[in-house]
């Protein structure tokens, strides 16, 4: 029986007076991976900042296992189990890995949460690198950090904005592995994509936006049968290779 973590039910979202988000619905089942993919500007970012709580929408509800969430800060959804890892990475450059890490600890702990030995369990990499400054880490090392972080803090639901953003194709490949892995161990997660390709190898269903609202919402065998919609909102042509 699969059962609801997540749903965002018709928000509109603004900042100030501009209007972002028009009437954007989703829901995640319990263990599933979801994307939401578009283009540049779409409203992506925004309905992630919404979920989290540092915007809060002016219409619709947001409801967290049951629970209305709709007007929490970022705060109280973290300590509800909910972690965010923003698009832009947000690695303390001066800082070592093992000081990066621990700056994650501060928001630590709850159920199911790493610890320091865990994280460095899962990602060997990290381990190598505890001593080497965050600017001295490659980009796909940095994003491994960053969600490493988030994991030292009870995640029931993952929020990832664009972790492939900028990474070479080899190095995507890596991102994609540790996202299947933290699914397998039983995360949920919401993944923000323009990478529509990284997108479908990896989550089950995928919600298009468009100027801030759904456009469209199929299985990965779906999308990938969506001609129209892969060229009119995720400017993926005929001929793209879609396999990663
Ligand atoms: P990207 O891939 O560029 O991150 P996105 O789909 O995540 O795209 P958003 O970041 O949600 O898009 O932005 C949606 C719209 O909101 C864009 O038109 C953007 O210019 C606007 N926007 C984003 N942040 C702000 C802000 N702080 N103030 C005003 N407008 C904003």
């Not at 947001?62 to 973290?78: H, K, P, Q, R, W």
């Amino acid at each position: 029986m699969s059962e609801e973590l997540l749903r965002v039910d018709g928000i509109d979202a603004a900042y100030g007076q501009s209007k972002i988000l028009q009437d954007v619905s989703l829901s995640i089942d319990r263990g599933e991976v979801v994307s939401l993919v578009g283009r540049n500007g779409a409203g992506k970012t925004t309905t992630l900042r919404s979920i989290v709580g540092i915007l809060t929408p002016s219409a619709g509800t947001i409801t967290f296992e049951g629970e209305d969430i709709t007007a929490l800060s970022d705060y109280e959804t973290v300590a509800r189990g909910i972690q965010y890892v923003p698009e832009d990475r947000q690695v303390f450059p001066d800082l070592t890995v093992d000081e990066n890490l621990r700056m994650g600890e501060l928001k630590s702990g709850g159920a199911g949460a790493l610890s320091m030995s865990e994280v460095f369990d899962r990602f060997p990499r990290l381990r190598e690198r505890r001593s080497n400054s965050g600017a001295q880490l490659s980009g796909g090392e940095q994003q491994m950090l960053v969600i490493a972080r988030a994991l030292l803090g009870q995640t029931d639901l993952l929020l990832l904005d664009e972790p492939t953003e900028g990474l070479a194709p080899q190095i995507v490949e890596d991102v994609i592995e540790i996202i299947e892995t933290i699914s397998d161990e039983g995360v949920t997660i919401l993944l923000v994509e323009q990478n529509v390709q990284a997108a479908m190898s990896v989550a089950d269903r995928h919600y298009v936006i468009n100027k801030g609202q759904n456009v469209y919402e199929g299985t990965t065998e779906e999308l990938r049968n969506a001609d129209e919609i892969l060229e009119q909102h995720l400017g993926v042509g005929g001929e793209m290779d879609l396999s990663i």
